[in-house]
């Protein structure tokens, strides 16, 4: 069992709020990690599980300090597992850039010399975090994913080659198309090198279109986003989708931009989403 060390922990709306370190084999290197637990945990340890992860130049603090999803993860009984971004540490390969390296690990499996001793974000999601939560924390096999920016293009991407694990997936102003933007571009040439059809499993509109979509879907969009057009996000989805006659749920939302006031703006309703698509009866709330 690998060995884990707890941190800090806080009491937050009644449950705890805990963030961890361990010795991660799929990224060699120390790794953090924070998890809220609700106060229905404390009696019953069957309680469904949400990931969240997060977007560039993030940690596991931004979404666990400004989103403000405990609250409602309180409400209805949800686990929160809210990973970092990258490896870290001194021998991890860095770039100047952020938009490459760590915060910028983009929920890959790099191929590519240096970046492949340490950049394996998408084994460390998919396996590695899950099987240290299976092995440390008692909870349900119920499953959701969502995630920001970065984060979004890593719960959709995750989620579209692995619908078998999940509930649902949602989605704040993801990069839904990675290949066709200059974020992607940078980040998969370097981790993966210049076959483009090894992005293309890193690609949501790629990916959409090769194995289409049996989850429950939902995406929030800020119109005020600078990076809205530029960096391909959502609407080449949401587009796809409806070519495809794919039932997802989109907001356009007028005003709001790509920061965390966005996402603390809308998290209920995300965390309502997924409490439905897990099986929580909220209709009396």
């Keep these: 069992m690998a060995a884990l060390t707890t941190l800090s922990a806080n009491r937050m709306f009644g449950g705890w709020h805990k963030k961890y370190q361990h010795s991660s084999a799929t990224l060699n290197c120390e790794m953090q990690f924070s998890v809220y637990f609700p106060p229905q945990y404390q009696t019953d340890k069957d309680l469904p599980v949400l990931y969240w992860l997060s977007g560039l130049t993030c940690t596991d603090d931004n ?35 952020y938009d490459l390296g760590k915060g910028a690990g983009f929920y890959v499996n790099a191929t590519q010399s240096p970046w492949s001793a340490h950049y394996q974000m998408y084994d460390y999601v998919v396996s590695e975090l899950p099987e240290i939560i299976t092995q440390h924390i008692s909870a349900s096999s119920k499953i959701s994913i969502s995630g920001h920016s970065m984060g979004g293009h890593g719960a959709l991407t995750i989620a579209l080659r692995n619908p078998q694990r999940f509930c649902s997936v949602s989605a704040f102003a993801p990069i839904v198309n990675p290949m066709a933007c200059d974020w992607g571009k940078k980040a998969l040439s370097a981790y993966l090198g ?47 989708c409806k070519k495809m006659s794919l039932d997802i749920q989109v907001n356009y939302r007028a005003d709001y931009d790509h920061s965390y006031f966005f996402i603390a703006s809308f998290i209920e309703a995300h965390v309502r989403f997924h409490a439905k698509a897990m099986g929580i009866n909220i209709t009396h709330d």
């Design 194 to 240: 210049d076959d483009q059809q090894s992005w293309r499993l890193y690609d949501s509109c790629a990916l959409l279109e090769a194995h289409g979509l049996s989850l429950p879907c939902l995406i929030d969009q800020g119109l005020a986003d600078d990076f809205l057009t530029s960096q391909q996000l959502t609407r080449p989805f949401d587009d796809l």
């Design 63 to 97: 979404f666990s300090h400004k989103a403000g999803a405990q609250q409602y993860a309180a409400r209805w009984g949800i686990i929160l597992v809210i990973p970092d971004t990258s490896p870290r540490g001194d021998g991890v390969a860095d770039d100047d850039g």
